[in-house]
């Protein structure tokens, strides 16, 4: 199993920026897929903002394309979501995800609030 946990959430201005972390308790390279998911509070299932299959290149959600940036440390063994221009509809619980051994594991989830 898969321990991943979030973190970086917080509150934040229009036009702000927060950078996401999700730290994973193994060595990435074992894990082909990886992504950031956010559940809004219109919404109750999550929906994409960002993902990156191993060695292949990053896919955006189209509302996020240019403001967020996904990236991966491996040495740190860190999933980031750097975003920037933040909006009021960002405004939500984001996870991240992995796919290990055919299994999608996801963490607890961590709280962005956008907000004048």
């Known amino acids: 199993q898969v321990q991943l946990v979030e973190s970086g959430g917080g509150f934040v201005q229009p036009g702000g920026s927060l950078r996401l972390s999700c730290t994973v308790s193994?060595?990435?390279?074992?894990?082909?897929?990886m992504g950031w998911y956010r559940r809004t509070p219109r919404k109750s299932a999550r929906e994409l903002v960002a993902s990156i299959f191993s060695g292949g290149q990053p896919k955006y959600a189209d509302s996020v394309k240019g403001r967020f940036t996904i990236s991966t440390d491996d040495r740190e063994n860190t999933i980031n979501l750097q975003m920037s221009n933040l909006k009021p509809e960002d405004t939500a619980v984001y996870y991240c995800?992995?796919?290990?051994?055919?299994?999608?594991?996801w963490g607890q989830g961590t709280q962005v609030t956008v907000s004048s």
């Open positions: 193994i060595n990435m390279f074992s894990l082909k897929y």
């Open positions: 995800t992995v796919l290990y051994r055919r299994t999608n594991c």
